[in-house]
């Protein structure tokens, strides 16, 4: 680990500041206004600077920024991720009415690192090996390629909270498909459409992305 200047701890504060508060990372924009930069080029070097260092990790997305180390903290070969089984209407994912408890784990666990856990609650993803009662690490993403295997918080209206799901994910278009791999009848596909969603349709399946699957740990039972 490198020294960070004053200007990158500022930065790596803010983004964690940023993280606690609402749950996800600040984008590029977000960076410049906090700190007047003239443009997001501007940002983006610093962030480089402090993925050079070891604090931090970037991605491909607007929010693509994931932190490692704490800043002053001491390195471990362990770190505390937050166990999510719903989420409360309105509220970021890491909002603390939405963790149920936290875990510590070896981050070499899962790959992509994993930014929260979500217990498995039911048999539709078996003939992956996910089984009901794991623990699976997701890196939290709002998109996702056809195909991976997805964490997708689907909203019911009656109960006024998101359920976190894991299916795997097929999108043409506007049309989602989010498919078991259970191949007993009763697990059936989820569609949705974008378009009625976008309509707040009372028929349209609320639906987002919270991550992609990254693996999982499975306790003594």
Do not use: W
């Amino acid at each position: 680990m490198k020294n960070l200047t004053d200007r990158q701890t500022e930065i790596l504060e803010f983004i964690q500041r940023t993280v606690r508060e609402s749950g996800v990372p600040p984008t590029r924009v977000d960076i410049c206004e906090e700190f007047g930069f003239s443009s997001p080029n501007a940002a983006e070097g610093h962030l480089k600077a402090i993925a050079a260092k070891g604090y931090i990790e970037l991605m491909r997305h607007s929010r693509g920024i994931r932190v490692l180390i704490e800043h002053d903290a001491p390195l471990t070969n362990q770190y505390e991720l937050p166990l999510i089984g719903s989420i409360a209407a309105g509220q970021p994912i890491m909002a603390e009415e939405n963790i149920d408890e936290t875990v510590r784990i070896d981050p070499d666990l899962f790959h992509p690192r994993a930014d929260f856990l979500h217990r498995v609650s039911g048999h539709s993803m078996k003939e992956v090996g996910i089984l009901d009662g794991d623990l699976v690490g997701i890196h939290y993403q709002p998109d996702a390629d056809n195909g991976q295997i997805i964490a997708a918080a689907l909203y019911d209206r009656r109960a006024g909270r998101e359920s976190i799901t894991l299916k795997r994910y097929f999108r043409r278009g506007n049309k989602i498909r989010l498919e078991s791999e259970n191949s007993d009848p009763q697990y059936t596909t989820i569609e949705i459409d974008l378009v009625q969603q976008d309509e707040d349709s009372q028929e349209a399946a609320q639906f987002r992305i919270a991550g992609l699957y990254a693996g999982l740990i499975r306790r003594p039972r």
